[in-house]
């Protein structure tokens, strides 16, 4: 199993540029999230999904984008980029009430 | 609003003695606490977890001990090693106690020395 999975590793975008982060998982697991890690803020939750179809805001939302439309899969869309949304970017997995497993992280610096 | 604190941004300790990571919440909800490792350029992996109807869970060389009255958690490394140099997040989910919606901290980098 890869478990999951992340890219780009690292990338820079122009303010107002949109791209998509790609997180991908084979261990089946219904919960998938995406949190921003940033210095001395720990890690947020942005958007998470409890199955195929169904996603929900997390506590820093505004700016991103989700769909859940595989069980794998779970991309994060920057519809138009900030400076404020540099920031090194965790996907998570896991089954029903069990611990997550996180991807390697994506680092997005916006300029 | 920093429901999940860790007061500590850094702890330096001997190899061989224990390591204290200290975490406190401010949510009563919260029912299911854990203890994330993290290493520079990778993401953070699980180390152990600890359930409100519980105030201690050990793995190994790790224990977890909860005081729901005082709203307090701590890690326990013992003894601490050198690979145990690591940012350490203490994390807390609330209702049902998924785990997909976590609240962390934010992060007490452990140094172990020689």
């Known amino acids: 199993n890869a478990g999951v999975t992340q890219t780009p590793k690292f990338q820079v975008l122009k303010t107002g540029q949109s791209m998509t982060l790609q997180c991908a998982q084979d261990m089946n697991h219904e919960y998938m999230s995406w949190y921003r890690q940033d210095p001395g803020m720990g890690l947020r939750l942005i958007h998470y999904?409890?199955?195929?179809?169904?996603?929900d805001q997390g506590e820093v939302p505004n700016g991103y984008n989700v769909s859940r439309s595989t069980t794998e899969d779970f991309p994060l869309r920057l519809l138009s980029a900030a400076p404020s949304q540099t920031s090194v970017y965790f996907c998570?997995?896991?089954?029903?009430?069990?611990?997550?497993?996180f991807g390697p992280g994506t680092r997005l610096l916006v300029l | 609003d920093q429901q999940v604190k860790q007061n500590s941004p850094s702890l330096s300790v001997q190899e061989g003695r224990i390591s204290i990571l200290n975490c406190d919440y401010t949510?009563?909800?919260?029912?299911?606490f854990l203890w994330y490792k993290k290493y520079p350029a990778e993401g953070p992996t699980f180390l152990i977890s600890?359930?409100?109807?519980?105030d201690k869970n050990e793995d190994g060389r790790f224990t977890v001990f909860l005081n729901k009255s005082a709203k307090h958690l701590s890690l326990h490394i013992v003894p601490s090693q050198p690979g145990d140099s690591a940012v350490y997040f203490c994390?807390?989910?609330?209702?049902?106690?998924?785990?997909?919606?976590?609240?962390f901290g934010t992060g007490t980098r452990l140094q172990v020395t020689l």
């Open positions: 999904s409890v199955g195929a179809g169904i996603t």
């Open positions: 998570a997995s896991s089954r029903s009430q069990e611990t997550q497993y």
């Open positions: 600890i359930s409100s109807i519980k």
């Open positions: 994390a807390a989910s609330a209702q049902d106690g998924t785990a997909s919606k976590l609240t």
């Open positions: 949510n009563s909800m919260f029912d299911y």
